[in-house]
C-alpha cells in the first residue's frame, strides 16, 4: 500500500527559505497527481501546490515563491519554499490522487485524493 512521508520542515526565520520532501514507499510517483496542503493552526485545510505530469498549480498566496518538482527516480516530490512568510506556518502535508481524477487545473481542491501523508510542520518565525 502507498504510503507518503514528509520531511524538511521546522522553524525558519521571515524571507528564508524551506524545501519540503514528499517520498513514496517504493511506489513511482510519475503517473498520479501530487497535492501539498497546509492547514494553520485554527483553520481549514487549503491547496498550497499540485503536479500533474509536468503541469504545475500554485495557491495565489505562494505564487512566484514556492516551486514545485517532481523526482521520479527518488519517487519524490518536493516543494521548494522561498521568502517565507509567518502567515506560512502551517502543518504541510502531500497527497495522491491515484484514480486520475486530479488534474493541473483542479488539483488545488482536497478531494479525490486518496493516500495522504501525516504532515510535517513549518513555522516561520523570527
Known amino acids: 500500500q502507498l504510503q507518503l512521508v514528509e520531511s524538511g520542515g521546522g522553524l525558519v526565520q521571515p524571507g528564508k527559505s524551506v524545501r519540503l520532501s514528499c517520498a513514496a514507499n517504493?511506489?513511482?510517483?510519475?503517473?498520479?497527481?501530487i497535492g501539498w496542503f497546509r492547514q494553520a493552526p485554527g483553520k481549514e485545510r487549503e491547496g498550497v501546490s499540485c503536479?500533474?505530469?509536468?503541469?504545475?498549480n500554485y495557491a495565489d498566496s505562494v505564487k512566484a515563491r514556492f516551486t514545485i518538482s517532481r523526482d521520479n527516480d527518488r519517487k519524490t516530490v518536493y516543494l521548494q519554499m522561498n521568502n517565507l512568510k509567518p502567515e506560512d506556518t502551517a502543518v504541510y502535508y502531500c497527497?495522491?490522487?491515484?484514480?486520475?481524477?486530479?488534474?493541473?487545473?483542479?488539483?488545488?481542491?482536497?478531494?479525490?485524493?486518496?493516500?495522504w501523508g501525516q504532515g510535517t510542520q513549518v513555522t516561520v518565525s523570527s
Open positions: 503536479i500533474e505530469g509536468s503541469n504545475t
Open positions: 517504493g511506489f513511482t510517483l510519475t503517473y498520479w497527481t
Open positions: 497527497a495522491a490522487d491515484t484514480s486520475g481524477v486530479r488534474n493541473a487545473w483542479n488539483c488545488l481542491q482536497q478531494s479525490d485524493y486518496n493516500y
